[in-house]
């Protein structure tokens, strides 16, 4: 049996575009600390993994860092989904699902990794998702549009990401529509779609919205 089975509570993902607000999403949730365990992206360690930026190398040096950064991202996220938590529920911050659909098919659609790095990545995955068992049971998908994140991402102005042309969130868009909404490849895991081009203000009802499919998903589960 596969490494983790049964191991792992209602694992929900939250998953969308850079800038579509998902760190502040799960950051609504960690109020919850008790019953919920929700894990952000660790970005932070991409930054600053033993002193080197590779989120920083990725962005101005693909050719060279696209790769390792994302061998990397998976190791990262591989350890959250297979963290034990003794918390009914967990909520993580994107996956290895939207690594594989969305991050490095980018990449490799823009020429940015070479075909054997892609094959190499992609046997990881395969060989990763044979041997553990991932647990996934509903995706929040923070939709947007490409233009109202490119804005935020502006203003927000992460350095790394100064120059992310819009061209680069389009792609990523639809590579995310491509696999949550038209279903196009896939794992078949319960999509709720939140219009996240919301300003936070208007945002919180679809918070509440995504709460209770949450918990409502969590009683229709087969008790433990
Ligand atoms: C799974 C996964 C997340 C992820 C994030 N990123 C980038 C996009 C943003 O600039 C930053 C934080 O999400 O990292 C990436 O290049 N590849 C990724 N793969």
Request: aromatic share 10%.
């Amino acid at each position: 049996p596969k490494y983790g089975v049964g191991t792992q509570p209602f694992t929900v993902l939250i998953e969308g575009n850079i800038g579509s607000g998902k760190t502040t999403f799960i950051k609504h949730f960690q109020k919850f600390e008790d019953k919920i365990c929700a894990m952000t992206e660790p970005v932070e360690k991409w930054r600053n993994f033993k002193g080197y930026n590779l989120l920083e190398l990725m962005y101005i040096d693909p050719d060279r860092w696209a790769m390792p950064f994302q061998s990397y991202v998976m190791l990262t996220m591989l350890e959250r989904h297979t963290k034990p938590t003794d918390k009914p529920i967990k909520i993580l911050e994107r996956s290895l699902y939207s690594a594989k659909y969305c991050f490095v098919e980018n990449l490799h659609k823009g020429g940015l990794i070479h075909d054997g790095m892609y094959e190499i990545l992609k046997e990881w995955y395969s060989y990763v998702e044979d041997i553990t068992h991932i647990q996934a049971d509903l995706i929040v998908y923070l939709r947007t549009t490409p233009e109202v994140v490119y804005e935020r991402i502006r203003k927000r102005a992460r350095s790394e990401e100064a120059c992310v042309p819009l061209e680069y969130i389009k792609q990523l868009h639809e590579l995310h529509e491509d696999w949550l909404i038209r279903k196009k490849v896939g794992c078949n895991i319960k999509v709720l779609e939140i219009e996240a081009d919301l300003d936070l203000s208007e945002i919180d009802r679809e918070y509440k919205r995504s709460e209770n499919v949450i918990t409502a998903s969590i009683q229709q589960q087969r008790p433990a």
